[in-house]
C-alpha cells in the first residue's frame, strides 16, 4: 500500500475497469481533474 501512495503522490495514476465506471457516474469536470481544457 506504501508504494500505491507513493506513486500516487509523485505521478499521474490512471483507474480502469471498475473504478473507472465509478467515476463516471460522479460526473466530474476537466476542473476536478486538474487539468488544462485545451491544449497549449
Known sequence: MRD???TVNEQI???DGGMGATLE???LT???YGG???PP
Do not use: G, N, T
Open 4 to 6: 500505491f501512495l507513493k
Open 25 to 27: 457516474m460522479v460526473d
Open 36 to 38: 488544462r481544457s485545451e
Open 30 to 32: 476537466e476542473a476536478d
Open 13 to 15: 495514476v490512471v483507474f
